[in-house]
């Protein structure tokens, strides 16, 4: 599969691969593509167990692509979860924490699948260019708990302390043509704060966000839309659009504008 093979997910739920319950919420969800955790989601004593349990749920399937998150290279876990993985009916491999492209191209040979590489350490942020353009990556996704941690953000801090981090990510992802994913938002009960994240997320160029939690999918969702407003303008600016520098509306529109809107409306399954 190559990176430009697909349309890329908006909405991607994580879970702890080990909690049955939701595994089986998450069979029954909307979202687009599935990851089932074995990193830290999963307590150090219940990551055989969890990696076993990640097998044995990807061979039952999701109806979508489903991903299993590694733990981090150098760990104690992490060649048996590359192992594992790789034997697995999953579609996809994450790779968290990555830093160095020659190790991110070591593991996506081994693994055998498409790799989604999380960007989520300083080191990480400053390799995401020559990580996205690492044979076998498919996209970077934002890992802005631990991007945060690492930065020492204080609580509370707003999303621009890591702005420049997440610009980096959709700039190296956009340069490379692997999918740019935004990373979780932690407040399980904030819906209009979600909202505003997502929203946040697209308008700097993301795909789609990960999530968290069933009641966050739809959500996500929306904002990443495109909405029936996107739709019908951008329908009006293809059937209007006759070539070069022209009027549509109340504004310029040129070449670029056509294929964002035809871009758009494949994403929204229109043609
Ligand atoms: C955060 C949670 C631990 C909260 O769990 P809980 O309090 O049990 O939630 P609810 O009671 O509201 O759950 C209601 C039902 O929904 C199911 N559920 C909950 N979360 C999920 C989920 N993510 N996927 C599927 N189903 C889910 C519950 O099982 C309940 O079902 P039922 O029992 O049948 O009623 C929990 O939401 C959770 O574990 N979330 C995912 C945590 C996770 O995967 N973390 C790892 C990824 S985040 C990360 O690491 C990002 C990155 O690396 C970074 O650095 O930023
Ligand atoms: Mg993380």
Redesign the pocket.
């Known amino acids: 599969m190559t990176a430009a093979s697909s349309l890329p997910p908006r909405t991607l ?4 691969a080990n ?1 049955e ?6 069979r029954e ?1 909307a979202a687009e593509m599935i ?1 089932l ?1 074995l ?3 999963v307590a150090a004593d219940a990551k055989d167990a969890a990696r076993d349990a990640a097998v044995t749920a990807a061979r039952t399937g999701f109806g979508r692509p489903v991903a299993i ?1 590694m733990n981090v290279f150098g760990s104690a876990s992490h060649a048996a979860d590359v192992a594992g993985i790789g034997g697995s009916a999953a579609t996809h491999a994450i790779l ?1 924490k990555a830093e160095d492209p020659a190790i991110v191209a070591a593991i996506a040979r081994a693994v055998g699948k498409p790799l989604l590489v ?1 960007i ?1 350490t300083p080191r990480g942020v400053l390799a995401a260019a020559q990580i996205a353009a690492t044979q076998g990556v498919m996209a970077l ?7 945060r ?1 690492e930065l020492r953000i204080p609580n509370g801090a707003g999303r621009e302390a890591i702005g420049h981090a997440l610009q980096v990510i959709v700039l190296a992802a956009r340069a490379h043509g692997v999918w740019a994913i935004d ?2 938002f932690n407040a ?1 009960d904030d819906a209009a704060g979600l909202e505003a994240e997502c929203r946040h997320g697209r308008s700097l160029g993301f795909d789609g966000k ?6 966050q999918i739809a959500i996500a969702a929306r904002a990443f839309g495109p909405g029936e407003a996107e739709i019908e303008e951008a329908e009006a600016l293809v059937a209007a659009a006759s070539g070069g520098a022209e009027r549509f509306r109340d504004r310029m529109i040129e070449a670029m504008h056509v294929d964002a809107a035809r871009t758009l409306l494949a994403r929204a399954g229109r043609r």
């Open positions: 739920l994580f879970l702890p909690r319950r939701a595994v089986a919420k998450a969800s990851f955790d990193e830290d989601a998150r968290p999380m989520e996704i934002a890992g802005t708990n631990d991007l941690a990373g979780v399980l990960t999530l968290i939690h069933p009641d």
